[in-house]
Each structure stands twice: as C-alpha cells, then as structure tokens.
C-alpha cells in the first residue's frame, strides 16, 4: 500500500489521471481530499472557513475513522515507511535511547496550530516530511506553495485570503530537481531514528499522527488478542514501530490494542506465530486492569 502511494504520486508522470497532487492535498478521480491537519493549519492561518478545506478533509476523516485512525501513517505515510526500515539498524547501532514523554506530541501538536494563528502562515506546512517527500515524487521541485496550490483554487484566491505561501524568495520558487535541499530534513530524521530515539518522529513529534491518534481513540476498528492463544513470545514487538501499544495486550491487562497510537499496520498479525491477534471492531468499552 505503500509503495502504491508513491506510484500513486507519479501518476501523473506516467499519464494516468488517476491522482493529482500531493498528501497534503491533491485530487482522487476529480474529488479534492485534503489532510485534515493540514486544512486546520491553513485555516487558522487565513483565520476563516475555506469550504474546499473542509470537505476535503472531512472526507479522509470520515475513512480513517472507520479503518482505525492512525491507519494513514500504517498503510499510506513514505516517512513511516522509511521509519520502520530504520528499525533493524536502531537495534545494532542506537547510541542513545531517548523516549519522550506522552505529552509531549500534544504540547507539540499544540505549538505548531498557535504558531500558525500567530504568524498567518501554516507552520507546519512549510516544513512538513510528509509533504516534502510527496511533492518531491509527485511534482520534482522544493517549494511550500506547491501543497496548495491548483488543487485549493488559484494562487489569486489563496492570496486573496491573506497567506503567504512561503517564508522564502519568489525567486526560489523555480522549479528544482528531484532530491533538492529540503530533502536534508528527512536523512535528519532517519538518522535520529537510527541512533537516538527509534521512530521518534512517527512516534512522539509528528503532528499529523497525532491528528489521527485522537481520531483513532473513538475508532472502533481494533486489534483483538487471544490472551489464550499469545505465548509472549514478543514476536510482534519487533515488527511494531510504536511497539509500547502492544505491552498491556501481551501482558494480559485488556484484549484490545486500546492504545490510539497503533498503526493498524497489521505487520503485528502477520508476525504472530500462534495467530493470536486480529482485526476486529470494539464496540463495547473495556476497562483496563
């Protein structure tokens, strides 16, 4: 599904007119989705309601809910995909192991949406991996403009509302090739996965998972254990990014995966050797011993 994305992006270079633009926004067979974070950031940048913002966003978050919140960062997101590629290296070569605490994707979270209201600028957006790397595939060039752009309307109406694409030069809005500067963030982040905090953008800073991890706490698609079955082996801790989801499950405190961080990538099930955990709905709530 990955992968998928990614030749999802290049659609447009190989004359297919199935998608067109980015994971921050772009068009799907003509019908606009736009990452419901990313249209918060920019409406609190513009300070007012972009109706095109709205329903575009309220499209995906009306699918991830049903599939489990975080479900975009499991199945859709390159930068967790690289992530999980770091996960083997961050065993052999991991200098530090620093974990932040719970919180502190929220505070994030947070500053990122107050820095946007503040300065009229979506702060996030112009820095963001995930729309680096998708524009990077999907359209060649390094500029912040280029998340909003044909998709939302023309560049008049955008400016219209009062944003400012970019913090940089006209100038450096010409078009670049493939793996330009910007891309320096990313080898930034794998490197920290690799040798300080293991997944610790997908896990504790990006605000995008964040968005989903709330989302996925009133999602009812869950993993399901069979405390039976589990021989607590930890199989499926070395396959799970945000590993911490699985140890109250393991340890036999809750049948569920309740934790909203999961992924619901499923690598989990596909590792477990006694089939011990599914793919089920949890209507009922369940308290944890």
């Not at 447009?12 to 249209?39: H, K, Y």
């Not at 996960?87 to 605490?101: G, Q, R, Y």
């Not at 809005?173 to 891309?183: A, E, H, P, R, T």
């Not at 995966?257 to 989990?268: E, G, H, K, M």
Request: charged share 15%.
């Amino acid at each position: 599904m990955q992968l998928g994305t990614i030749l999802l992006l290049l659609s447009p270079l190989l004359n297919l007119g199935i998608f067109r633009g980015t994971l921050i926004s772009g068009e799907l067979f003509s019908v606009l989705l736009v990452d419901p974070f990313a249209a918060i950031d920019f409406m609190l940048a513009i300070k007012e309601i972009f109706m095109p913002l709205v329903l575009g966003a309220s499209i995906l978050v009306g699918f991830y809910f049903i599939v489990g919140g975080r479900v975009f960062c499991g199945w859709v997101c390159p930068i967790y995909l690289l992530s999980e590629f770091m996960l083997k290296l961050n065993k052999k070569l991991a200098v530090f192991h620093i974990k932040p605490s719970a919180t502190f994707k929220y505070y994030l979270f947070m500053i990122f949406l107050l820095l946007s209201l503040v300065t009229s600028k979506p702060v996030f957006e112009l820095i963001s991996p995930i729309g680096i790397i998708s524009q990077n595939i999907a359209l060649g060039i390094d500029r912040p403009q280029a998340q909003f752009g044909k998709e939302l309307g023309s560049s008049g109406d955008i400016a219209d509302s009062g944003y400012t694409s970019s913090l940089m030069t006209e100038s450096y809005y010409d078009w670049q090739i493939l793996f330009n500067n910007s891309l320096w963030l990313i080898l930034l982040i794998l490197l920290i996965d690799v040798f300080v905090s293991k997944g610790w953008w997908c896990r504790h800073a990006c605000p995008v998972g964040t968005f989903y991890t709330l989302l996925g706490k009133y999602s009812p698609v869950k993993i399901k254990i069979d405390s039976e079955a589990c021989t607590k082996c930890n199989e499926c801790f070395d396959v799970c990014l945000p590993s911490n989801v699985l140890l109250a499950p393991v340890q036999g405190k809750t049948n569920w995966v309740i934790d909203s961080s999961c992924t619901n990538c499923l690598n989990c099930i596909d590792k477990c050797p006694e089939n011990a955990l599914k793919v089920s709905l949890k209507i009922k709530k369940e308290n944890v011993s």
